[in-house]
C-alpha cells in the first residue's frame, strides 16, 4: 500500500531552527511536496522536490533523498506566525497522498 | 488577480439528499482536483481533471462523482449524501507543466450531513 508519515506535533523557540521529516513507502514515486495550513483554512504550497536533493525557497529548505524514501522540511529563524500544520505530499503517476500532518507550535 | 474560488463555504444538508459543491478558478489551468479533509486523515483526493471533458477517480472517490465542460470549473457531486461524507472540502487547480507542482487551493467548503 501507500503511505506517508510524519510527526504529529512539533514545538519549537522562535528564531530557533526546527526540521520535520516525513518517510513515505510506495510502489510508484513521482515527487515530495510541502503544504502549510493555518487553522483550517487553504492550504498553501511551500516547496517540491522531484529530484534528490536539497531545494531552498528563502526561510524554508526541502530536502529529497529517494533511496531512503525519506524527506524533510526545514524551517528557519522561526517567526510566531510559522505555527500551522505542515503536510507531506507525493505523487505517483496518477495519484497524489498527503501525510496526516505535523502541527508545528513556535513559542516564545 | 487571479483566484480559485469555492461555494458554498458552509452547508447543512440531510442523509440522501444530492449536494453540489461548485469550483471555481481563473487561472487558466486544465488541471483541478478535489480533496477532501478529515481529522486524522490529512487531504485525500476525490477526484481530479486535467482538462475538458477529463476525469478521473482518486483515492476515496465512492459516492462523488465530478463533470469538467469548462476550463473553469469542476463541481463535484454527492449523489446520496451519507454522514460519513461529513468534512471540509477542498478544491484545487495546477498549471499544465506539472500537475503535481504547486496546487493552489481554494477557501474549502464545510459540509455536514445530518
Known amino acids: 500500500g501507500q503511505s506517508l508519515e510524519q510527526p504529529s506535533e512539533v514545538t519549537a523557540v522562535e528564531g530557533a531552527i526546527v526540521q520535520i521529516n516525513c518517510t513515505y513507502q510506495t510502489s510508484g514515486f513521482y515527487g515530495l511536496s510541502w503544504y502549510q495550513q493555518h487553522d483550517g483554512g487553504a492550504p498553501t504550497f511551500l516547496s517540491y522536490n522531484a529530484l534528490d536533493g536539497l531545494e531552498e525557497t528563502g526561510r524554508f529548505s526541502s530536502f529529497l533523498s529517494r533511496s531512503d524514501s525519506y524527506g524533510y522540511l526545514l524551517l528557519q529563524e522561526l517567526q510566531m506566525k510559522d505555527s500551522a500544520s505542515y503536510f507531506c505530499?507525493?505523487?505517483?503517476?496518477?495519484?497524489?497522498?498527503f501525510g496526516t500532518g505535523t502541527s508545528l507550535t513556535v513559542i516564545p | 488577480d487571479a483566484e480559485i474560488t469555492q461555494s458554498p463555504r458552509h452547508k447543512i444538508t440531510e442523509t440522501g439528499r444530492q449536494v453540489t459543491l461548485a469550483c471555481h478558478q481563473t487561472?487558466?489551468?486544465?488541471?483541478m482536483f478535489w480533496y477532501r479533509q478529515d481529522l486524522g486523515h490529512g487531504l485525500r483526493l476525490i477526484h481530479y481533471s486535467y482538462g475538458v471533458h477529463d476525469t478521473n477517480k482518486g483515492e476515496v472517490s465512492d459516492g462523488y462523482s465530478v463533470s469538467r465542460s469548462n476550463t473553469e470549473d469542476l463541481p463535484l457531486t454527492l449523489e446520496s449524501a451519507a454522514s460519513s461524507q461529513t468534512s471540509v472540502y477542498f478544491c484545487?487547480?495546477?498549471?499544465?507543466?506539472?500537475?503535481?507542482?504547486?496546487?493552489?487551493f481554494g477557501p474549502g467548503t464545510r459540509l455536514t450531513v445530518l
Open positions: 505530499a507525493w505523487a505517483t503517476g496518477n495519484q497524489f497522498y
Open positions: 484545487a487547480s495546477s498549471d499544465d507543466q506539472d500537475p503535481y507542482n504547486e496546487q493552489f
Open positions: 487561472w487558466n489551468h486544465n488541471n
